[in-house]
T-cell receptor, first 110, second 117 residues
Framework: DAKTTQPTSMDCAEGRAANLPCNHS???????VYWYRQIHSQGPQYIIH???NNETNEMASLIITEDRKSSTLILPHATLRDTAVYYC???????????FGTGTRLTIIP | GAVVSQHPSRVICKSGTSVKIECRSL??????MFWYRQFPKQSLMLMAT?????????EQGVEKDKFLINHASLTLSTLTVTSAHPEDSSFYIC?????????????FGPGTRLLVL
């Protein structure tokens, strides 16, 4: 899986949109961008994934740049329960393993 | 659906004893399950990949005789920590591949916190 780079930490005001960036400049054509989050003392939670097109589900939106070298996870209306570590992973389906980096610690401020 | 459960959620044991952790995919079949370990303030580290009906594949540095993995059915994998020592104290998390996100998406259990005294 390609290496990803994320900011170590971010703050966001409650009720605002949280935009979490991820750089994956060496991503290959068959690697998907996956996002998970881990709330303290829990297992990671799947959020969303995409290949080329932008994706949206009930939790978040994923915006992937046209060159696929970076992406942004958007939580449209952040709540205190969104405080977690967010992991961006470039995952090749041919490789069974998911490799977790250090992620971004997102803190939602009341 | 894509619910993965783990049991127990936390366990305290004496040094030298063995502990078994169960991982179940509740609403989908998982041919592949994964076991991770997470130490405080660190990221998840993959320990082994478990395929139903075959031997697990262990990551480099993980002792297969110490961490016994059994994946006897499409919905159940177990991790047994044998002869546990205090340094085995950690947060153990399983994941199962499949579910509503697609065959390649991994869904994670809530984790098992092991404390070895």
């Amino acid at each position: 899986d390609a290496k990803t780079t994320q900011p170590t930490s971010m703050d966001c005001a409650e009720g605002r949109a949280a935009n979490l960036p991820c750089n994956h400049s060496t991503i290959s054509g068959n690697e998907y961008v996956y996002w998970y989050r881990q709330i303290h003392s829990q297992g990671p939670q799947y959020i969303i994934h995409g290949l080329k097109n932008n994706e949206t589900n009930e939790m978040a939106s994923l915006i992937i740049t046209e060159d696929r070298k970076s992406s942004t996870l958007i939580l449209p209306h952040a709540t205190l329960r969104d405080t977690a570590v967010y992991y961006c992973i470039a995952h090749n389906f041919g490789n069974e393993k998911l490799t977790f980096g250090t992620g971004t610690r997102l803190t939602i401020i009341p | 659906g894509a619910v993965v459960s783990q049991h127990p959620s936390r366990v305290i044991c004496k040094s030298g004893t063995s502990v078994k952790i169960e991982c179940r995919s509740l609403d989908f079949q998982a041919t592949t399950m994964f076991w991770y370990r997470q130490f405080p303030k660190q990221s998840l580290m993959l320990m082994a990949t478990s395929n139903e009906g075959s031997k697990a594949t262990y990551e480099q540095g993980v002792e297969k005789d110490k961490f016994l993995i059994n994946h006897a059915s499409l919905t159940l994998s177990t991790l047994t920590v044998t002869s546990a020592h205090p340094e085995d104290s950690s947060f153990y998390i399983c994941s199962a591949r499949g579910g509503s996100g697609g065959a390649e998406t991994q869904y994670f259990g809530p984790g098992t916190r092991l404390l070895v005294l």
